[in-house]
């Protein structure tokens, strides 16, 4: 920035500075307008991206009333939820059968024989986890598809150590000590329950590779924690019967017995629990007021940003704005389109809902709930009809026409790609008048510097000739 050599011009007073900032002031007047425009469009920019967000989430309600399990809900019921548990996927069939729960899935579990010292040391060797199953009499084990995973113990290793490596192997068994006053085990229990997923501890030491031999299985050293282990529970599939027929499943969980319906057994039973599987028109009626309210979220906000109140002079930010304008336009065709794909019901009007002054719309419960029940499927095609053109349901047209808003060649990134264009051209434009701006303040202070030297010589020329005359008039007196 330019400075300024004295406050006035030939020190008569003038404050030179104060005129400069003045005229400074003016030339920033361009800029103070840009910043306002800039300010304008962030908040353009900010208002689009919630009517995106809004968008969105219509396109996501749309999609409910579009896919036939939408449509399809059902609800299921248990007469003991305490002891069996049940759901159904959409589109099951109404059902009813009765479930008794004679055991529950069981996780093998293990503990070693007592070791002393506690703390110490076990001694080297491998220790080797293979899940597979129990056969019970002759008790047999057979190891399932997955590879054996063999776990490396030190000589200096304690009984935590080893738990602390067993857990960290990823070997489908969690580890851990219990100790008494007989010394501490090794505690081992499977990850998942069912008989499929048994396991069995081997151990090998110095170099042996038969799990068997006598050297692995002599109660000294590291077979110490194979020798003498106790099953203290076995692995167990759940067991129950479904209308009198027994079934097995390796969790309490049983998910492919009945069609569409999985049932869990929370306990065994001491009489049949009633399982019943029907149509549900609430999940219907729930995706109709989420897609209602996702719209009328839409259109208030751009009633709101496009709107002038007469009475205070004031307009909506996106006032005037032709394309904000033609979205709104857009969304409330699609609304009020007419169906040939409903058969009885071509308009949302026909099943309760209906438009408001304003745009919103409005759901009479007691007339959808009418059309549900005397024509579900007529009021199923109203929204998910994919017969082409007119006959595309509504829920059909306005996904459709959300995909495209919200792709990404579509309206809101064309929008964003304008109103960022146009913030940048403002901060270019900002640039441009700052160094204009900076150009005429060191220029004008240039000139008036020059002209106070000038001035301040001027006044100190006219001090000496008024000294001489004052001298020429005593001299001539």
């Not at 004295?6 to 003016?26: A, R, Y």
């Not at 002209?451 to 000739?465: E, F, P, R, V, W």
Request: proline residues 2%.
């Amino acid at each position: 920035m330019a400075t300024i050599s004295s406050v006035g011009v030939g020190t008569s007073g003038l404050d030179v500075k104060s005129i400069i900032t003045k005229l400074v002031e003016l030339e920033k007047e361009p800029l103070n307008k840009l910043t306002l425009q800039a300010a304008t469009v962030k908040t353009k920019i900010s208002a689009y991206g919630q009517i995106k967000s809004l968008v969105s989430t219509l396109q996501d309600a749309a999609s409910k009333l579009t896919s036939v399990t939408g449509w399809n809900g059902v609800s299921t019921t248990s007469s003991d939820s305490k002891f069996v548990s049940a759901s159904a996927v959409g589109g099951t069939l109404p059902t009813t059968f009765s479930v008794e729960v004679q055991s529950l899935a069981k996780a093998q579990a293990t503990a070693s024989a007592a070791l002393l010292p506690v703390g110490g040391a076990l001694g080297s060797g491998t220790l080797r986890l293979e899940l597979g199953k129990w056969s019970v009499a002759p008790a047999s084990f057979t190891p399932g598809s997955g590879q054996p995973v063999d776990i490396t113990i030190s000589a200096s290793d304690k009984l935590a150590d080893v738990a602390s490596k067993i857990n960290g192997a990823n070997a489908g068994v969690t580890a851990s000590i219990l100790t008494d006053a007989s010394g501490e085990r090794l505690l081992l229990r499977s990850k998942t329950t069912g008989e499929d997923a048994g396991f069995r501890l081997s151990a090998l030491e110095d170099g042996d590779i038969d799990p068997l031999s006598a050297g692995n299985t002599d109660a000294t050293g590291l077979s110490r924690l194979v020798a003498g282990t106790t099953v203290t529970q076995a692995a167990a599939n759940a067991n129950a019967t479904v209308n009198g027929i027994a079934v097995s499943s390796g969790t309490n969980t049983f998910a492919s017995t009945i069609s569409g319906v999985t049932f869990k057994a929370e306990q065994v039973t001491t009489a049949p629990i009633e399982i019943t599987v029907g149509k549900d028109d609430s999940a219907i009626q729930s995706n109709i007021d989420g897609f209602v309210k996702a719209y009328n979220a839409v259109n208030q906000l751009l009633q709101d940003a496009t709107k002038y109140d007469a009475k205070t002079g004031t307009a909506g930010l996106l006032q005037g704005d032709a394309t904000a304008v033609a979205l709104q336009n857009s969304l409330r065709n699609v609304i009020q389109s007419v169906t040939t794909g409903g058969a009885a019901f071509q308009r949302l009007a026909d099943v309760g809902i209906t438009q408001q002054l304003g745009g919103d719309l409005a759901v009479d419960t007691t007339k959808l709930n009418k059309a549900l029940a005397a024509s579900p499927d007529d009021v199923k095609n109203l929204f998910r009809s994919t017969g082409g053109g007119a006959a595309d349901g509504i829920a059909v047209q306005l996904k459709a026409l959300t995909t495209n808003l919200l792709s990404n060649a579509g309206f809101f990134k064309s929008k964003d790609d304008t109103l960022q264009l146009n913030l940048k051209r403002n901060g270019q434009d900002q640039t441009r008048v700052n160094e204009r701006v900076d150009a005429f303040e060191k220029r004008i202070t240039q000139r008036y510097n020059a002209l106070d030297t000038q001035m301040s010589s001027l006044n100190g020329l006219n001090a000496y000739i008024a000294q001489q005359v004052t001298a020429w008039n005593k001299s001539n007196g």
